[in-house]
T-cell receptor
Framework: DSGVTQTPKHLITATGQRVTLRCSPR?????VYWYQQSLDQGLQFLIQ???????AKGNILERFSAQQFPDLHSELNLSSLELGDSALYFC?????????????FGPGTRLTVL | SQQGEEDPQALSIQEGENATMNCSYK?????LQWYRQNSGRGLVHLIL?????REKHSGRLRVTLDTSKKSSSLLITASRAADTASYFC????????FGKGTMLLVSP
């Protein structure tokens, strides 16, 4: 158990819909990272927050947004969903802003868009 | 695009044998990390090697780094069925970029 929790575990929805994925980092970790893992794209970094502020951005679509709240939990919002958004979404946390410190991954949310 | 590329894509061995996975990357790095992922689950950090290190050990894991060839290898010695997983290398400066991984199957 990494100490990072993600909800929900599974999410099945239809195209055009909007969903919110939630992540609670390990106690004391200020950095939260979001990743998308799909068969064709592999594991891709989406976005990083550090202590409430956006720190780094990767291959995140404009339809996706994220935020980190004062209690350090984070949410990833996916809107206007398309079939290709079906993937595993992981959240990871680390104690530092530097992404080279060990990142602790949550169990992931499996999103299926029908 | 993927910064790290693992090779082979898949590897099947017997328990007790050694498993070697390779990672090649394109741009300069300040460190390289290896992660393991059990089927459909979150990644687990295995080891980090800095660009000024050539070799690092952790238990049954041995990682080498050759910055002149932009490559790294992960050796798992005396493999066990529980080592069955996908292994990823990760590199980058401002953000981590993962390769597509090597799927390792260790049969009893």
């Amino acid at each position: 158990d990494s100490g990072v929790t993600q909800t929900p575990k599974h999410l099945i929805t239809a195209t055009g819909q909007r969903v919110t994925l939630r992540c609670s980092p390990r106690s004391g970790d200020l950095s939260v990272y979001w990743y998308q893992q799909s068969l064709d794209q592999g594991l891709q970094f989406l976005i990083q927050y550090y202590n409430g502020e956006e720190r780094a951005k990767g291959n995140i679509l404009e339809r996706f947004s994220a935020q980190q709240f004062p209690d350090l939990h984070s949410e990833l919002n996916l809107s206007s969903l398309e079939l290709g958004d079906s993937a595993l979404y992981f959240c990871a946390s680390s104690s530092q802003a530097d992404p080279y410190n060990e990142q602790f991954f949550g169990p992931g949310t499996r999103l299926t868009v029908l | 695009s993927q910064q790290g590329e693992e090779d082979p894509q898949a590897l099947s061995i017997q328990e007790g044998e050694n498993a070697t996975m390779n990672c090649s990357y394109k741009t300069s790095i300040n460190n390289l990390q290896w992660y393991r992922q059990n089927s459909g689950r979150g990644l687990v950090h295995l080891i980090l090697i800095r660009s000024n290190e050539r070799e690092k050990h952790s238990g049954r894991l041995r990682v080498t780094l050759d910055t002149s060839k932009k490559s790294s290898s992960l050796l798992i010695t005396a493999s066990r069925a529980a080592d069955t997983a996908s292994y990823f290398c990760a590199t980058g400066y401002s953000t981590l970029t993962f390769g597509k991984g090597t799927m390792l199957l260790v049969s009893p």
